[in-house]
């Protein structure tokens, strides 16, 4: 029983209890983020064996994103981008000196939340993996296309933003050498150029040096701090808020099953959800609702382990942490996916071991140590990102060795500062980085298979139920954007809902 | 605040996928320049990729670069049309709020990094960015500076170079045989 493994080795306990650890402090800390930390990592440990690598990952993926919600709290900065949700009350409660309160809360539903999206995730991946293996090439490209979409539609305000950046990972993902007839692509006859881009370059630069610039602009910021009391929370909190963490949890685990969509945005929707369903909330949302902090916190929390399921029946990330995830299993040599599932079930078990290790690693480390964390956490900026850049350059470096991949991370830095400042996701430019090749091979399957023709491609879209499904899916998020669309929406619903 | 604004109240904006930085009916400075740049910078990639195979086959290598970049290419035009029919942000700054001399300023220290790490070595690299970077952002003396500076850098190295076994470039410092030394040291200790 490969789920066993991480119980029965001390090493990767360890490994899992230091990542969570870490992580919970990397996701509290403003200006680390948790995919910044994770794609500095893999970095760092591709000569690893790939157990101890994931086991350190994982770790950190569940600490992280848990680890935003403290400082959402006591500093009203969420951490991390999941956190954002949980400001909006958690921070009210610590003004009123209900900090302790807050953050036991948060604790035991992330706790909670968590382990309902690892159970789904346990329950329902080999299902999804036995089905998977029926798709067709076409099916594939779809759900790639579908995945970026999706990112690029729900985390911006703007679709046309995001198909170009997920467009524009596509296009990275192409430089160099065509694999299939070693053809030059966007390699402007420069020999540097023919092995292609490092995407851990690419997400470094995107994830840690454009972060770490933007945060320049708010190096003297400072935080007020708060007093913190009891912060176990009774049996009777926990059992009153039980049903509305059930329905949140499984928001969380459905938004993060989808790819492309993650721990954010989860809590937002499922923030929104709480204040549909409460009708007569103890304190107004906003002002300090503990419906407010129990439905963000379980959402990006259960979100995890869904955000697995795509990653490892499909070999489709089911958000950014994910993506750099599948590129660290690729570099071991791994090729996530049905046949991992198939082949390999044991890599499968041992992640889900892992990730329920790190819950529980999660609930021991959030209930403890808060005093020692508010005094890390307020570690000067003007500390912090010196130190961010200094191991993003460490970090592009060490993979092969190259200063060329310092220069792509510095490079993709600078974009990534002005697409964050001009609206543009980063998200989906990673997804179609790491999609680009999945795409494009089961593209050149699919028509291939339909001897070059459009016509028979499309024939085939529409007389599998899946394709058609999907394809359909792929329709309804360009319509969704259309303005016909949005006032349909306002005449069936109303304003307040759109 | 503007109550377009898509970041939050502390002008961290953007540092979330699902809330970027920017306005949602406004532009800010050298947001329709930057789009522009990206429109042409997809046309000329489009040209590009037209070059690898052509309109030869529809499984032919060229064929997803083309695609993807028509996309690019019209989605940035899209952008483009849009923004330029946007009122500008009244409040900000290119220099201000966009591209403030700090930044650029550790731009250029990160392109000075990557030009002395092979001649210079890692550590002495980092030491020098490492002290520099925090004297201008954290403005306090040099004790503190050095003191956080090197700390830091003994902790990295320490954690990078010993740890994850990490080759960095040694340069100018005998690095290779400081490692042995310290590992004869620790042997004999344990002998």
Do not use: C
């Not at chain 1, 679709?159 to 192409?174: D, E, P, R, T």
């Not at chain 1, 592009?396 to 993709?412: K, P, R």
């Amino acid at each position: 029983m490969a789920i066993l493994t991480i119980f029965t080795q001390p090493q990767l306990l360890l490994l899992v209890g230091v990542g969570t650890f870490a992580g919970i402090y990397i996701g509290a800390i403003p200006g680390l983020s948790v995919t910044m930390a994770v794609s500095i990592l893999i970095s760092f440990t591709f000569s690893w064996d790939v157990y101890p690598a994931i086991s350190l990952m994982v770790g950190i993926y569940m600490g992280g994103v848990y680890g935003g919600s403290r400082t959402a709290i006591l500093l009203n900065i969420p951490g991390a981008p999941s956190a954002i949700a949980t400001a909006m009350d958690g921070y009210p409660m610590a003004q009123k000196g209900e900090a302790g309160q807050a953050i036991g809360v948060t604790t035991v539903m992330s706790f909670f939340g968590g382990l309902i999206g690892i159970l789904v995730l346990a329950v329902a991946a080999p299902f999804v993996a036995d089905f998977a293996i029926t798709f067709q090439p076409r099916d594939y490209m779809l759900l790639a296309v579908l995945g970026i979409l999706l990112v690029g539609s729900l985390s911006s305000g703007s679709l046309v933003k995001g198909i170009f950046a997920g467009a524009l990972g596509i296009a990275i993902g192409a430089v160099g050498r065509d694999p299939l007839t070693f053809a030059e692509r966007f390699t402007f006859d420069l020999k540097l150029m023919e092995g292609g881009i490092s995407f851990i370059a690419v997400m470094i630069g995107m994830f840690g040096v454009s972060e770490a610039l933007q945060q320049l602009q708010n190096v003297n910021m400072k935080a007020v701090r708060q007093k913190i009391d009891k912060i176990v929370p009774s049996f009777g909190t926990v059992k009153k808020y039980l049903p509305l963490s059930l329905q949140t949890s499984s928001i969380g685990v459905i938004i993060g099953a989808l790819p492309g969509t993650g721990g954010d945005i989860a809590a937002l929707m499922a923030y929104d959800h709480a204040k549909r369903v409460t009708k007569n909330p103890e304190v107004p949302f906003g002002k300090g609702a503990m419906e407010g902090l129990v439905a963000p916190e379980t959402a990006n929390n259960a979100a995890v382990g869904g955000a697995f399921i795509p990653m490892m029946t499909l070999g489709i990330p089911g958000d950014a942490v994910t993506a750099i995830m599948i590129g660290a299993l690729f570099i071991h040599g791994l090729n996530p996916g049905p046949m991992l599932m198939v082949d390999q079930p044991d890599m499968f078990w041992f992640i889900v071991g892992a990730l329920l290790m790190a819950n529980v690693f999660m609930l021991i480390f959030g209930l403890t140590g808060i005093k020692i964390f508010t005094k890390i956490v307020e570690m000067p900026r003007s500390i912090i990102i010196p130190l961010i850049l200094l191991l993003s350059i460490v970090g592009a470096y060490a993979v092969n060795n190259s200063i060329t991949d310092v220069y792509w991370m510095l490079g993709f830095g600078v974009f990534g500062y002005f697409m964050r400042h001009y609206g543009y996701p980063l998200g989906p430019v990673i997804l179609g980085v790491i999609l680009s090749r999945l795409l494009d091979d089961n593209w050149r399957r699919a028509i291939i298979s339909e001897r070059e023709d459009l016509g028979r491609f499309f024939e085939g879209i529409i007389t599998s139920p899946l394709s058609l499904s999907l394809f359909i899916a792929v329709i309804l998020i360009f319509v969704s954007q259309t303005p016909v669309w949005t006032a349909a929406k306002t005449r069936l619903f109303g304003k307040a809902s759109s | 605040m503007d109550p377009d604004f898509r970041g939050d109240s502390d002008h961290h904006d953007g540092t979330s996928d699902a809330t970027p930085g920017g306005y949602i009916e406004q532009r800010r400075p050298g947001e329709l320049g930057f789009a522009i740049f990206l429109t042409l910078a997809s046309l000329f990639l489009l040209y590009n990729a037209y070059g690898i195979s052509g309109f030869k086959a529809l499984s032919s290598p060229g064929s997803v670069p083309m695609a993807t970049t028509l996309v690019m290419a019209v989605s940035a035009f899209i952008v483009t049309l849009r923004t330029s029919r946007l009122s500008k942000v009244a409040h900000e700054t290119l220099s201000k709020d966009i591209l403030p001399i700090m930044v650029i300023l550790f731009i250029g220290f990160l392109i000075i990094f990557g030009l002395l790490l092979k001649p210079l070595g890692f550590v002495l690299t980092a030491a020098l960015f490492l002290t520099v970077a925090i004297k201008v952002l954290a403005r306090k003396g040099w004790g503190y500076t050095l003191t956080v500076a090197l700390g830091s850098l003994v902790v990295i190295w320490i954690v990078f170079r010993v740890v994850f076994t990490v080759l960095l470039p040694a340069g100018i410092l005998p690095e290779a045989e400081f490692i042995q030394f310290f590992r004869n040291l620790m042997s004999g200790g344990a002998s």
